[in-house]
């Protein structure tokens, strides 16, 4: 069974700054990570595989810079990395990513299985994978618990409610966005680590892919029009006291004043 993983790669969070009044998100320098929900995705891609035979690849749209990305997956013991990459894709939004991986897929042919993260946690759109499925005309289950079974072009998967969650049967190929409840993702090798540096990774452009940019990159339909950071926390309030029980009495008035309890 040949699975291809969708995987972004998104800077460190914890370094990413909110520049309001020039309306941009300043993301860190650096090769950044593999979206955190993309490596449960690969690692169960890599768990189909032990288990199915076949071939694991990872895809990405992204630039030079993701390659690094890519190398980390290929050192888990991914067979195949590719790397959608023009200077077109540029200020694509959700919907021209999924564009671009579907022509992707399209491109490499036959595949019988697509994971992909629940969502990317730098711009959490969670709109990529459930996109892909519609430009490929192929089902779709989002946040994917459990792969209870796969039986020839049919496999029964757990996906997350509100509530719980629900049994469904997809045929295959189909597109499944996971949740970390999944699995436990593996760490590298230092050997799949050196054979990774070795691998090539194949590049493709939207010449190559035969894809109308009318509609991508800069031509998306969509606009970020203001970016702002999450308001400011108040302050909290320490209650004083000399003992606990007369904090306990202090904090227990203020709920009640308040209407808490
Ligand atoms: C108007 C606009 C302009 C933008 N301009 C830029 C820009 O110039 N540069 C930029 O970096 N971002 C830009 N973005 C953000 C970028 O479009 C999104 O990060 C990207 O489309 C994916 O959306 P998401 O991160 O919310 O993914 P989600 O839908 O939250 O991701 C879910 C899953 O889809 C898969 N996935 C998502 N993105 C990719 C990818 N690139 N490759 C492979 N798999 C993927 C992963 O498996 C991921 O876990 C822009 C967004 C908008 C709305």
């Given at each position: 069974?040949?699975?291809?993983v969708?995987?972004?790669?998104?800077?460190?969070?914890?370094?990413?700054?909110?520049?309001?009044?020039?309306n941009?998100?300043?993301?860190?320098q650096?090769p950044?990570?593999?979206?955190?929900?993309d490596?449960?995705?690969?690692?169960?891609?890599?768990?189909?595989?032990?288990?199915?035979?076949?071939?694991?690849?990872?895809?990405?749209?992204?630039?030079?810079?993701?390659?690094?990305?890519?190398?980390?997956?290929?050192?888990?013991?991914?067979?195949?990395?590719?790397?959608?990459?023009?200077?077109?894709?540029?200020?694509?939004?959700?919907?021209?990513?999924?564009?671009?991986?579907a022509?992707?897929?399209?491109?490499?042919?036959?595949?019988?299985?697509?994971?992909?993260?629940?969502?990317?946690?730098?711009?959490?759109?969670?709109?990529?994978?459930?996109?892909?499925?519609?430009?490929?005309?192929?089902?779709?289950?989002?946040?994917?618990?459990?792969?209870?079974?796969?039986?020839?072009?049919?496999?029964?998967?757990?996906?997350?409610?509100?509530d719980?969650?629900?049994?469904?049967?997809?045929?295959?190929?189909?597109?499944?966005?996971?949740v970390?409840?999944?699995?436990?993702?593996?760490?590298?090798s230092?050997?799949?680590?050196?054979?990774?540096?070795?691998?090539?990774?194949?590049?493709?452009?939207?010449?190559?892919?035969?894809l109308?940019?009318?509609?991508?990159g800069?031509?998306?339909?969509?606009?970020?029009v203001?970016?702002?950071?999450?308001?400011?926390?108040?302050?909290?309030?320490?209650?004083?006291g000399?003992t606990?029980?007369?904090?306990?009495?202090?904090?227990?008035?203020?709920?009640?004043?308040?209407?808490?309890i």
């Amino acid at each position: 069974m040949d699975i291809v993983v969708l995987v972004k790669q998104v800077p460190e969070i914890a370094l990413i700054k909110v520049d309001e009044a020039a309306n941009k998100v300043e993301l860190p320098q650096g090769p950044g990570t593999v979206n955190p929900f993309d490596e449960y995705a690969v690692e169960e891609a890599l768990r189909l595989k032990e288990k199915h035979g076949g071939k694991c690849i990872v895809m990405s749209v992204g630039t030079e810079r993701t390659e690094s990305a890519l190398r980390n997956c290929l050192a888990l013991g991914v067979d195949d990395a590719y790397l959608l990459s023009d200077e077109a894709f540029a200020g694509s939004d959700p919907q021209a990513i999924a564009k671009i991986l579907a022509a992707g897929l399209k491109k490499l042919g036959s595949y019988d299985l697509i994971l992909a993260g629940k969502q990317a946690i730098d711009s959490d759109s969670a709109q990529v994978p459930g996109a892909v499925a519609a430009h490929l005309d192929i089902p779709q289950a989002m946040f994917v618990k459990k792969i209870e079974s796969i039986d020839g072009n049919k496999a029964v998967v757990d996906r997350t409610t509100e509530d719980g969650y629900d049994v469904v049967e997809v045929t295959l190929p189909a597109v499944l966005s996971v949740v970390k409840e999944i699995n436990e993702p593996r760490l590298p090798s230092l050997k799949g680590k050196m054979a990774a540096k070795k691998k090539q990774i194949t590049t493709w452009t939207a010449a190559d892919l035969g894809l109308d940019t009318g509609s991508i990159g800069a031509n998306s339909g969509t606009k970020t029009v203001k970016v702002a950071p999450p308001p400011e926390r108040p302050k909290g309030e320490i209650i004083e006291g000399e003992t606990p029980e007369e904090i306990a009495d202090k904090l227990f008035t203020k709920l009640r004043e308040k209407q808490i309890i």
